[in-house]
């Protein structure tokens, strides 16, 4: 059976994070604009021959303003955790927490939300088989189900 495959990027979401485990100046606070890329993939069309409606996806670029446009994001293990809770609280940084707040933690991150919104959406007749989380022009991490 032939599979049908779309893409869409969402772009322009300036956000903050750390990697507090780093061995490297990655420990530290920086940030940069993250790019979102998702693969689709469907065995069937739409009526409107299509795989994913991209103006359908209002709802996850609406999610992913509120994750990722002017915030900061947290592992939630980060030692500073409550240090950050308490930033937020004042009205200095816009939290987020995560699993892991790396690039590859917020590939998954991401799937695992979006996923479930393609997939109540399609009523199941999409899947996402990619996500791309892209700090700059450079660096990049792929979260790919199995």
């Not at 485990?21 to 530290?28: G, V, W, Y």
């Not at 940030?31 to 998702?38: D, I, K, L, Q, T």
């Not at 690039?103 to 991401?110: D, P």
Request: proline letters at 3%; hydrophobic letters at 35%.
């Amino acid at each position: 059976m032939a599979i049908y495959k779309s893409t869409k990027r969402f772009s322009g979401f300036p956000c903050t994070h750390r990697q507090w485990r780093a061995d490297s100046h990655c420990r530290f606070v920086h940030g940069y604009s993250r790019e979102f890329y998702f693969e689709f993939a469907s065995k069937s069309m739409t009526d409107e021959f299509w795989v994913m409606d991209f103006g359908g996806l209002k709802d996850v670029k609406a999610w992913l303003e509120d994750m990722f446009d002017h915030t900061f994001l947290s592992s939630e293990d980060d030692p500073y955790l409550e240090t950050f809770k308490q930033l937020d609280e004042q009205g200095v940084i816009q939290l987020r927490v995560l699993p892991n707040a790396g690039m590859e933690g917020t590939a998954k991150f991401v799937y695992d939300h979006v996923s479930k919104m393609v997939e109540k959406k399609t009523k199941g007749r999409v899947w996402i088989t990619k996500v791309e989380v892209r700090e700059n022009e450079k660096n990049s991490a792929f979260y790919i189900p199995e």
